[in-house]
């Protein structure tokens, strides 16, 4: 995801970079404040402002603009921050940055010297324990977030007098708790900037509700007082200074954007806090809200207005010694409050654990009663902190508990019985292994009931508590040891307190759907929000259908429903259209030409949202699968099965690193020399045009010095000047598709059309074992014009090019983007001037009218793009692809086109029968086609081609038939079944 900020800004601020070169060897580099360019006069600084800014030493922040996209909850983050060294020495500059604790970082990017260090995702390899506690090679960093605070932080030896430019992406599916979803963004640069920005856009499918900006939080961190487990926000409260927000029904818009001054009113220090906003979105009763993008779904399920189900609840509270003061008194608070909240029909009781264990009731749960109510407030009131910490005793009493008593008459058979677990501590009594304590909570637990677990402090075996949660269908929460327990343990227990639903069980069509993230539940709490997201095994097919079923309180409930596939889908578009234009405004706010050009990236990006949200909680699941994984060679498959999509989203796991080169300063601060290589075969920056004067180009196009060359691990990234007129083959498939032949030895054109089915696959080209190269085409479908004779239009939505020389590489282009995965992995917007060369395949893109893709100099393809500004309902965007240059592709060459890249062909008239016409057929490897002349369009209507026409899909001019042309998937790679073209 990165790749593509990272190439528009490339593309669309090579002037700014520009701009940087040139003053980092200027002379004048007195302190200024205009040098930090404030939008107030520098009268109006105070003089405590300057005075700070004079004195600062390390590297100045003179921008920080973080842009997020929330598109039917699902968040992607773009940091975008520029520190300025102005000082003759290198000075290290660090970019620190929190994430949410859910979040996965997607990528991150430094610029520094002109040149560009990206970042790479790896398999995380065991590490051999060093005396730093951790492997690090001096040649690369290792960004991996610190676990337990979420904080990226990556530093980097900026040259003297010069500028660093750091790129983060992140991704995160906002959870839905106690009726509202929280995003959070931590403002802590550590020191006063000068110019901050925060934009966040709100898009969702159905209407945004109870939108809330808080004042700024300056809690340690988005785990603390800060979350949905924090005391509930007073009713009237006022966004911080700056803040704008606009509101339409389903499109929210707010931003934030605090000049020098104003931080310093806020703080001095650089800490401005968690801006924090909270909503809901308005839900109607039934199956829920399914999104279907590009062959893949997400269902959210979140139902309301039900009868609440009783629970049988044992709260197991530590006692030891190391609760003593605060932590016990909060925990007081919260039990207190606690109590006042259970409802009638709940069950319930208390047990005490240090060395010692106590059971407030033994042998049994108690109603609430006023009674019962005011007996347990005095036995939490006595609770005094004392000894170690038995923690497999203390889960080994309240699971005796809980499931005696659910095997007596008493337990009402749909109730939802949970353990709470509360603990500072690690285990210092009794059995204090924690792989022996996991198999003694499991046998007793035998799958009865749901174990819910809380650290409180520092000192506390998270990873015990977190498999202790998943292995027994919990939550397991952390509570940091400056945060207010209190609030935080009674905010856990109103998300669990009131629960709606148990056993609840997600089906789908069984051919219908493949790879469907977690879809049985155990319980479904008031508030809170189911998530399952899936590929579509048919992509036109017409309806998926969705069964619910799921028990509450005395009865059964099923919901069950057809969900129409394609209205879904046009509704999931229409609202990506909605995201991809609000960022794209967003993307004209004040600020650098890079950060401005986020927005725009952000927006392209939701375009494939639904996929994101099925790797994202891919990833999820076979995480916590790894946790519960009771044989090594069943927790190998899932960390296996979790690094593979953690690569192809290019995800941060705890399964992952990310790896980024840095910057060699010299002594004298100066950048060290770019490495050089030779260059591959071909000038890959070349658009295909008319010939160019030769000359290097400026930023701006005119001749002149070089541009800046990004890092040779990813190739050349340039931005040319659009060409104008464009010359290549008339051998091609365009349009609905129609396909043309070009023989120039027989001087000849035919022409012949393809009726297939959208969602089917296409072999172009197949030169696989010779070249290393295969094109695919994927047909998207559209209804017919009004007066046709056919049903349905189909047109190419995707086209795919694979190379297997000499190392595999693909290009996948559609009409909004261009994927390249050559050296690295990058997305290209179809709407930007840019050329990339990547080894074995090199692209260049002129905006919002093609593609030229060439492999190894003698092999290209032409992709035009089609797009619509106000499409008509039988218009879709798509693609045309026609061969440039196939002098590199072998005489075996096959596929729908490739077949006749080496043919001859002639014609002949048959004899007139009775009273008809003479015929005409087209003699192609020994066989006769009958065909009529035709005159097409071709390069986007602006020239015609008179051509021979074959009729019924082709029949006797291609090799086989249409079915032979028919791929499974969009790399399939596989040779033609009759192993040749000649038949």
Known sequence: MLLLLLTLLTCCSLSVLGQLEESQFGDDFDFDLADFELDIAPRRVPRQVKTMLTKETKPHIQELSIKTTIISRYAFTAVYCAMLNRHSAAADGVFQFQIPAGAYVSNFTMIIGGRVYQSEVRPKEKRVKQESGRARNKESGDASPEPEVEVFRMAASIPGRNRAIFLLTYEELLQRRLGRYEHVTSLRPLQLVSRLSLDVTIVDHSPVTDLQVLPLNKGRSTNAATGPNAPKTPAKTEPPVTTVIKKEKNVCRITFSPNIVQQAKITTNGILGDFVIRYDVQRDMGIGDIQVLNGHFVHYFAPKDLPVVPKNVVFVIDTSASMLGTKIRQTKDALFTILKDLRPGDRFNFISFSNRIKVWQPNRLVAVTPNNVRDAKKFIYMLGPTGGTNIDGAIQTGSSLLRDYLQSPEASPNSVSLIIFLTDGRPTVG????????????????????????????????????????????????????????????????????????????????????????????????GSEIVIAGKLTNRSAESLRVQVTA???????????????????????????????????????????????????????????????????????????????????????????????????????????????????????????????????????????????????????????????TNNRIGKVERRPAKKSITFSKTSADGDPHFVVEFPLSKLTVCFNINGEPGHVLRLVSDHKHSGVTVNGKLIGAPAPPGSHKQQRTYFSTITIVVDRPRRAYIEVTPKKVILDGRDRMVLPCHSTVSVDSGALSVSIVGKSNVTVTVGGNIVFVILLHQYKNPAPYQRDHLGFYIGDSKGLSQHCHGLLGQFLYEEVGLAELPAESDSKPSTVLKVKDRSVPVVQKSRRIYSGTQSVDCWFARNNAAKLIDGHYEDYLMSHMFDTGDWPHATNRV
């Open 551 to 709: 028990s509450n309180n005395d009865r059964s409930i099923v919901l069950e429903t057809d969900v129409p596939l394609r209205h879904r889908e046009m509704e999931t578009e229409k609202h990506v259209r909605a995201a991809t234009a609000a960022m794209e405004n967003g993307a004209k706010t004040p600020g650098s030409a890079v950060a401005q050009g986020l927005g725009a990236a952000l927006g392209l990006i939701a375009e494939d949202f639904v996929e994101h949200v099925w790797g994202f909680l891919s990833v999820k699941d076979g995480l916590r699968s790894r946790l519960r994984s009771k044989t090594s060679s069943e927790r190998e498959g899932h960390i296996q099965q979790v690094t593979n999509v953690s690569l192809t989203y290019n995800f941060l796991t705890p399964l992952t690193n990310l790896v980024v080169e840095k910057p060699e300063v010299l002594a004298d601060g100066t950048m060290a020399p770019a490495p050089t290589t030779p260059p591959s075969g071909g000038d890959a920056n070349e658009l295909p045009a008319d010939a160019d004067d030769g000359k290097p180009q400026k930023p701006d196009g005119k001749p002149g010095s070089q541009t800046s060359s």
């Open 431 to 526: 059995e204090v292994q924690p792989t022996a304590i996991l198999g003694n909570t499991r046998s007793a637990v035998q799958e009865k009931f749901c174990i819910f677990t809380i650290g409180l402090g520092n000192d506390v075996d998270y990873r015990l508590l977190e498999r202790m949660a998943l292995e027994n269908c919990g939550m397991m929460r952390r509570i940091h040891e400056d945060a207010d327990a209190s609030a935080m343990l009674k905010g856990f227990y109103d998300e669990i307190g009131t629960p709606l639903l148990s056993d609840i069980r997600i089906n789908y069509t069984e051919d219908s759907v493949q790879y469907v993230t977690q879809h049985l539940f155990t319980n479904y709490f008031n």
